[in-house]
């Protein structure tokens, strides 16, 4: 019994302390939440406020679920990142306009997933970096033709690869993160870089509805996404950017330009992100990607703008910080 | 037995269908938990079974029997045993209907012993295009024999691309469950089968499109 107390002990030593804050943090603002969705019924009783409830009890058990697999090492993480790239990639090629001879790529498309990871967590990021752009880019338009699929093929292709790099390739990078060495990133580990990341990600995307809600008037894609407004762009970019000025030196060794720059240009992605995915669900006619998670819609609706947010915030954190290359 | 089944699919199913299919379903709320009673869906895959097994609570589950063809699943002993014991089909005799035989029988037993039925109209698997074929009105005979018993509509998208007719590899792809408002027995048959086509029609209206591409050289809709 001692045993297993002063093993917790030790684990509990282990965790970076900007972590433990972190998500001490993450822990109360998801309080605040469900108080609120507790509190404002009683306030304003006959509006239905059953969506607010869904919504926070949802984010209560993603945080758990990303919480647990953090603190549980690299490994829990490159496992966590790879069922979400799968949820992910399920969801896109779901509702993409597919026809029946690709059931073949479909599948293939599928073992990338495996394979990716297993490069992140062997260390070998070069073959990672060439993985999915180059072979797989080569390889899956060879074997359409090798089975005779010809109709609508460039776009078929174009189709596939896009849904591989973003849902694989662009979530790998957020994973990776986590095998970041200790002398790499001492503020927090690589635990520490992948929940900053994850923090200033759905940060920004809270800040930007908020913002909007609160001030939005003037519309910024009209087409795309007709509740998306300049304001509420740019209220969430300064939010976001004012947060990973000051928090930023607690999780990641930024400082400086560095610091500046993924200040500047992360909230830009995330919102790129979701508005590439909204204009995506827009051609297909859809809301969401599917019901998976209540309040928020499927798995790619939460994690649009961390597919283009997770290789910024990777490569600008390489460059400024480790040089050229990361660690291996 | 029973309790084998019972861990069979909420234990080993229901994992393998959320995670291969996503199984989304809307309007939970209109799905019978009681017997007796008829769920009558669209019929595209084997996985068509697979999502209505797993969709309902547990308590539930005792009670469903998927209706399936003799002919098909019982001819071979290992899949007879695993139709029988697992899944629990009522066998449903096709080959001898219109021989004077009554092939409906063993649904209708069940039935009085307050079981769910779980039915496919169209009679067979379709071609994944999700284009309904025509309704067999062995559904209606049924409600006709229990006028108690709720007959509940369900539209079933994307399991005829997760496993086609033909295909033996499952791919993981989305599917979502659509429940429609249960249909009382309205007297007679005819109106029960209009009924029933028209909550399917609609029900298919709401779904996502997850279904294949046709290009337009096949003339995939013009058929309706």
């Not at chain 1, 809600?213 to 950017?241: C, D």
């Not at chain 1, 998976?292 to 290789?311: E, K, N, Q």
């Not at chain 2, 895959?45 to 469903?64: I, K, N, Y």
């Not at chain 2, 369900?154 to 792809?173: C, E, F, I, S």
């Amino acid at each position: 019994m001692s045993d297993v107390i002063a093993a917790a002990l030790r684990f509990a030593e282990a965790v970076p302390a900007p972590l433990v804050w972190g998500l001490g943090a993450v822990l109360a603002m998801l309080t605040a939440g469900a108080l609120a969705a507790l509190v404002l019924p009683r306030l304003r009783p006959g509006v239905d406020h059953g969506d607010l409830r869904r919504r926070v009890n949802s984010w209560w058990v993603m945080a758990a679920l990303l919480a647990a697999a953090l603190l549980a090492g690299w490994r829990a993480t490159l496992l966590l990142f790879a069922v979400i790239s799968f949820l992910a990639l399920r969801e896109f090629l779901s509702l993409a306009p597919i026809r029946r001879e690709d059931r073949l790529i479909v599948l293939l498309a599928y073992l990338t997933i495996p394979a990716s990871y297993a490069l992140l967590a062997a260390d070998r990021y070069g073959l990672y970096l060439v993985f999915i752009p180059v072979w797989v880019f080569l390889a899956a338009p060879f074997l359409m033709a090798c089975i005779g699929q010809i109709r609508g093929y460039l776009p078929t292709a174009a189709l596939f690869h896009w849904a591989m790099m973003t849902c694989v390739y662009n979530l790998g990078f957020a994973a990776y993160l986590s095998r970041a060495p200790a002398d790499h990133a001492p503020q927090a580990g690589g635990a520490g870089l992948v929940f900053f990341l994850l923090l200033a990600t759905e940060a920004n995307d809270v800040a930007q509805y908020v913002w909007g809600k609160l001030i939005g008037r003037r519309k910024i894609v009209p087409k795309v996404s007709p509740n998306k407004t300049w304001e509420g762009f740019i209220g969430g970019w300064a939010t976001t950017a004012a947060l990973i000025w000051f928090a930023g030196p607690l999780f990641t060794p930024l400082h400086g330009v560095g610091l500046a720059m993924v200040a500047a240009l992360l909230p830009l992605a995330g919102f790129a992100g979701d508005v590439t995915m909204s204009a995506i669900k827009r051609d297909l006619g859809v809301k969401d990607t599917s019901a998976l998670i209540p309040g928020h819609g499927g798995v790619l609706d939460r994690v649009d703008s961390l597919t283009f947010t997770a290789p910024l915030f990777f490569h600008l954190t390489v460059y400024f910080c480790f040089g050229e290359t990361p660690w291996p | 037995m029973a309790l084998i089944r019972l861990i069979f699919i909420l234990l080993i199913l229901r994992p393998i269908a959320r995670f291969w299919t996503g199984a989304d379903v809307f309007g939970r709320e209109n799905l019978p938990t009681k017997g007796p009673a008829i769920i009558a869906a669209n019929h595209n895959s084997h996985v068509d079974t697979l999502l209505l097994l797993t969709m309902f609570p547990a308590r539930a589950v005792m009670r469903l029997r998927p209706a399936a063809a003799a002919d098909y699943f019982l001819t071979d002993p290992v899949v007879g045993w695993f139709s029988r014991r697992l899944i629990g089909i009522v066998p449903i005799a096709r080959d001898r209907a219109g021989t004077g035989e009554d092939i409906l029988a063993p649904a209708r037993e069940a039935l009085a012993q307050g079981d769910i039925i779980i039915i496919f109209p169209e009679g067979t698997r379709g071609d994944a295009r999700d284009r309904m074929g025509r309704l067999k009105n062995g559904v209606a005979r049924l409600a006709e024999a229990f006028p108690d018993a709720p007959v509940a509509p369900v539209w079933l998208q994307g399991a005829g691309r997760v496993l086609p007719k033909g295909a033996h590899v499952p791919v993981p792809m989305n599917c979502t469950i659509h429940v429609g408002a249960p249909i009382a027995w309205p007297g007679d048959r005819a109106r029960l089968m209009t009924a029933l086509r028209e909550a399917l029609d609609a029900l298919k209206a709401q779904a996502p499109p997850l279904r294949w591409r046709e290009d337009d050289a096949d003339g995939a809709d013009g058929a309706g």
